[in-house]
């Protein structure tokens, strides 16, 4: 989709979403959980990548909330669903349609992996941000260590065909570090050892280097660089 259009962008994620995504939420309780307590409350928030608010849903209350998604159809669904704005926009081949600085938050939950250009998403994330703002997110932890098993077994990575990178806490650190200041990442969700109830979960008082092999995510969190 090297000369797509924002017609053409939106009608990729609208089909690739007629999958069931729609309500999904990678990383589960885990994830969830982190992202709202670094989102807090009393805040002005942008959310890119809002899709039909199902990570909205759990901070939306206490906050004002302004949504922003190149999906009509999952727009739509948090339009209706939550009674909040949305915006229609490919951050990719658009700016944010704001003034700069005027939002105290802005989520980017699970979007970064799939974005052409994020030093250009982050520069305007950093444009819009308050000075004493803050950038909080997750991608997926492409580099734990399943996806590096299977890559030695010749086995391609579990990923979402939809992403376009993918990022170690290494490179996401780098990637951040350019427009941001006070970067802090936090492998969270997954398992040591089995899945589901019975499985041994990556604790958040394990040593760093045993989280970042076995996290699904990598829930991070900056503010703007200073001029």
């Known amino acids: ?32 959980d982190l992202l709202v307590r670094l989102i807090g409350l009393g805040k002005t928030i942008l959310e890119i990548g809002c899709r039909a608010g199902n990570l909205t849903q759990h901070y939306m209350t206490g906050n004002q909330v302004t949504g922003l998604d190149v999906d009509r159809q999952a727009l739509g669904l948090f339009e209706q669903r939550l009674g909040l704005k949305g915006h229609w926009v490919d951050v990719d081949a658009e700016p944010l349609p704001f003034a700069p600085d005027v939002f105290d938050v802005v989520v980017f939950s699970e979007v970064m992996e799939h974005v052409r ?27 734990r260590l399943r996806n590096r098993l299977r890559f030695l077994f010749g086995r391609p990575f579990e990923t979402d065909p939809s992403h376009l990178r993918s990022y170690s806490h290494e490179l996401l650190r780098k990637e951040l570090s350019t427009h941001f200041d006070r970067v802090e990442i936090h492998p969270v969700s997954g398992h040591l050892l089995g899945g589901g109830r019975t499985g041994i979960p990556v604790y958040p008082w394990l040593p760093y280097r045993v989280r970042t092999l076995f996290a699904l995510d990598l829930v991070f969190f900056g503010m703007p660089s200073s001029p």
């Open 1 to 32: 989709m090297q000369d797509r259009s924002k017609e053409q962008v939106a009608a990729f994620y609208e089909e690739h979403q007629k999958r069931g995504k729609y309500d999904y939420l990678y990383g589960d309780a885990a994830r969830k």
């Open 117 to 143: 250009f994020p030093q250009r998403v982050l520069a305007e994330i950093a444009r819009v941000l308050k000075p004493d703002g803050r950038l909080v997110g997750s991608v997926p932890n492409s580099f």
